[in-house]
């Protein structure tokens, strides 16, 4: 099974603050890496597919980058609804594995 | 818009089976490659558990596989899902997904809590 090591596990920031989730494949998915957030009681909703892409609809400040095994979610500028835990998954073959999920807290 | 239905016994007995079934309206079944179950424990993240291909082909967690049978209906236009010998461990809500373009999880039900408890 391809391991997805989400960090950091929670953290602290502030309206307008620049957020940064990272997730590292424990071997090669090529782009096949989405990411999801999810907020109390709610379904999970998809942010980011193909690692890049941002899915229509969703905010501009949301976006993906991809180094090799390593991928990063980053908020541009937290905004108030964005306080959730976010979630990475492989898609790239079964199981189609999570991340363990990160929850963006107020500061 | 694609839509996701899940509906079931919200407790089942440790040893006994649980039985879900996802409604999908708004696509057809066969439209889309790929039909998912997730469940999340409670307080826990997000656990893939299977898929299900509209020609019935499967593909499971190994963690699961001994005890886990998704299916597809197309004539009702949905999947189910049973999990055999449960215990406490599979307290969770489940959710069913879609996964569309972009080999992604674009739709997603509202989710329903299924207590394994005597």
């Known amino acids: 099974d391809i391991q997805m090591t989400q960090s950091p596990p929670s953290l602290s920031a502030s309206v307008g603050d620049r957020v940064t989730i990272t997730c590292r494949a424990s071997?090669?998915?090529?782009?096949?890496l989405s990411w999801y957030q999810q907020k109390p009681g709610k379904s999970p909703e998809l942010l980011i597919y193909?690692?890049?892409t941002l899915r229509s609809g969703v905010p501009s400040r949301f976006s993906g980058t991809e180094s090799g095994t390593d991928f990063s979610l980053i908020i541009s500028s937290l905004q108030p609804e964005d306080f959730a835990t976010y979630y990475c998954?492989?898609?790239?073959?079964?199981?189609?594995?999570f991340g363990h999920g990160t929850k963006v807290e107020v500061k | 818009q694609v839509q996701l239905q899940e509906s079931g016994p919200g407790l089942v007995k440790p040893s006994e089976t649980l039985s879900l079934t996802c409604a999908v309206s708004?696509?057809?079944?066969?439209?889309?490659?790929?039909w998912t179950w997730v469940r999340q424990p409670p307080g826990k993240g997000l656990q893939w558990m299977g898929e299900?291909?509209?020609?019935?082909?499967?593909n499971y967690d190994p963690a699961l596989k001994s005890r886990i049978s998704i299916s597809v209906d197309s004539s009702k236009n949905q999947i189910s899902l049973q999990l055999n010998s449960v215990t406490a461990a599979d307290t969770a809500v489940y959710y069913c997904?879609?996964?569309?373009?972009?080999?992604?999880?674009?739709?997603w039900g509202q989710g329903t809590l299924v207590t394994v408890s005597s």
């Open positions: 998954q492989q898609t790239y073959t079964t199981p189609r594995t």
């Open positions: 071997r090669n998915i090529i782009s096949f």
């Open positions: 997904a879609r996964l569309g373009q972009g080999t992604t999880l674009d739709s």
């Open positions: 193909g690692a890049t």
């Open positions: 299900v291909h509209h020609t019935g082909t499967n």
């Open positions: 708004g696509d057809s079944i066969r439209s889309s490659g790929w």
